[in-house]
């Protein structure tokens, strides 16, 4: 039984040629609270509601006491250098074919938006804490990744991104739109927001925004704390070295 999607558009707004960013739910929730983090500083309005039969059977409980079902969402901002639409949610399909279809829906949008280019924000796994993230990433054209070294990316040439994050580029690719996909490097066992901070600076660079990053810097320094209290309990465990996965990078599974 394929699944069924359910759009609803609260007010389709009218913006300039705008740049998608997306951010949802995976391995270290880096994308997510990405997109989240502009939601919130942008102050970003949300549009439009997509549901679907493929997420999780379960509502989310809201601050007020009330429940909503699982979605996944998009909002707008304006901005100095480029409109923006960004899509959050609370997870992603649970099958490859309403992956698909969510990303067709997505991109049924943009193309009545006109949506310039994608960017995606994800995770790039590496099974051991690090002092500062790297970003990674790929794209859908070389003349995109050429330019990656401009700001500090460091090009993928191998390997697969598994999930929206990466589908959302591939498929805007089959129907003409220029897609990035950047990775912040991440250990995989924590929710990272340095990870997230990261692709936050390195997309601020691209499109040419600033934030204010006081609220995600504490909530590194509680992940931080969080990460020192695992690695005391494991004594001889070695929490802080490589997961039992191919070491050669070439080899390595790219998991959004």
Do not use: W
């Amino acid at each position: 039984m394929s699944s069924k999607i359910s759009t609803e558009i609260l007010s389709m707004p009218k913006l300039d040629s705008p740049y998608l960013i997306c951010g949802l739910p995976g391995s270290g929730f880096v994308g997510k609270l990405a997109a989240d983090y502009l939601v919130e500083q942008l102050k970003a309005i949300r549009f439009a509601d997509m549901f679907s039969t493929s997420f999780p059977p379960q509502v989310t409980i809201q601050s007020d006491g009330t429940v909503d079902l699982v979605k996944n969402s998009l909002y707008y901002c304006k901005i100095k250098s480029h409109d923006l639409v960004l899509l959050t949610g609370d997870a992603q399909p649970t099958t490859p074919e309403s992956e698909y279809a969510l990303a067709e829906e997505i991109l049924a949008i943009c193309k009545k938006l006109d949506v310039k280019s994608i960017y995606t924000l994800a995770a790039y796994i590496t099974g051991s804490f690090t002092k500062n993230s790297r970003v990674y990433g790929t794209g859908t054209s070389r003349e995109v990744v050429k330019e990656f070294s401009k700001n500090g990316i460091i090009t993928m040439n191998s390997g697969t991104i598994t999930g929206m994050n990466g589908l959302i580029i591939g498929a805007g690719k089959k129907v003409g739109i220029s897609g990035v996909c950047l990775l912040g490097e991440t250990s995989g066992y924590v929710v990272d927001p340095k990870a997230s901070k990261a692709i936050l600076e390195t997309l601020g660079k691209i499109i040419g925004f600033e934030l204010d990053m006081t609220d995600l810097d504490k909530r590194i320094q509680d992940t931080e704390q969080i990460i020192k209290t695992i690695q005391a309990q494991a004594g001889q465990r070695h929490v802080g070295t490589p997961m039992p996965v191919e070491s050669d990078d070439k080899k390595l599974g790219y998991i959004s």
